[in-house]
């Protein structure tokens, strides 16, 4: 079982680093070509999708960390399919004989880690579940480090890594395109649409600092009639220019329980 659970506070901060993150100019071409074969092979992640209720685009990423998009190994991780998997976890899948099927492994990887019980893939549990598939270690025991199979080649990763199981190098770097930036990228290309229906919306009132609030700041003072501090801090005066711009208040304003939708406070 995890010993890192999906909390509020972990959710918001995968969409923010999900929001934020930017591919380095030296990957980007390494990043469309993965992404380009990805796509190539889009029906045999979606038969596996179709199976398990997994994204297609999170089995790809997770194909292409495991084994580099190889078909002649498991994705649970990257033993040939001549035999069952001899490194963590091993003698999988359990059932049938060698040699496997790639679908039929796949399968097994993602229902081993119970990936078909997920009944909401918003954005922040497809990352939840991508860094977990790897494991906790980074979070656990090198917090100061963001996981690189996740953010490898992005700006939120600079070195540090496991050589191998247990074994931590602080200054070895990851070599891979993160899984996450693989993602985006597919997002970007218009391949995608990630849900985020019924996750906490990105912009809030607030009284404190936020980490958004800049950009924010930055894009209304860009309308005319508009000048805003741009502090992060966003409150009252920066909800009311939401408001003129779009009609209604930053979401968690009290004063939008006091007015109504057809008819904003001025």
């Not at 976890?89 to 119970?114: N, Q, V, Y």
């Not at 909401?120 to 977990?132: I, N």
């Not at 600092?209 to 801090?233: H, M």
Request: glycine share 8%; net charge neutral.
């Amino acid at each position: 079982m995890s010993k890192i659970t999906l909390t509020p506070g972990l959710a918001k901060e995968y969409r923010q680093l999900y929001k934020s993150s930017k591919t380095k100019a030296k990957h980007f071409d390494e990043t469309d070509m993965i992404v380009s074969e990805i796509l190539e092979d889009r029906e045999r992640y979606e038969a596996v999708s179709a199976r398990t209720g997994v994204p297609w685009y999170l089995v790809a990423a997770i194909h292409n960390l495991e084994s580099g998009r190889d078909f002649t190994r498991h994705l649970h991780n990257g033993d040939p399919l001549i035999a069952r998997t001899v490194h963590v976890p091993a003698g999988r899948p359990a059932k049938g004989k060698p040699p496997f099927l790639w679908e039929e492994s796949a399968i097994d990887a993602l229902k081993l880690r119970r990936l078909d019980k997920v009944k909401e893939w918003t954005l922040s549990r497809l990352l939840y579940e991508l860094e977990g598939y790897n494991g906790w270690g980074y979070r656990l025991y090198h917090p100061f480090v963001l996981s690189p199979y996740l953010w490898a080649g992005s700006q939120h990763y600079a070195s540090g890594k496991y050589l191998y199981d247990g074994r931590w190098s602080d200054r070895a770097v990851s070599r891979q395109i993160g899984g996450a930036l693989l993602i985006r990228r597919m997002e970007e290309r218009g391949e995608i649409e990630l849900q985020e229906t019924t996750e906490e919306p990105i912009f809030l009132y607030s009284n404190t600092c936020e980490p958004y609030a800049k950009a924010l700041q930055e894009f209304l003072n860009s309308f005319e009639g508009i000048t805003l501090r741009v502090d992060g801090w966003p409150g009252e005066k920066t909800s009311n220019a939401v408001q003129e711009l779009f009609g209604f208040y930053l979401k968690g304003d009290p004063r939008q329980y006091r007015s109504h939708p057809a008819m904003p406070l001025r």
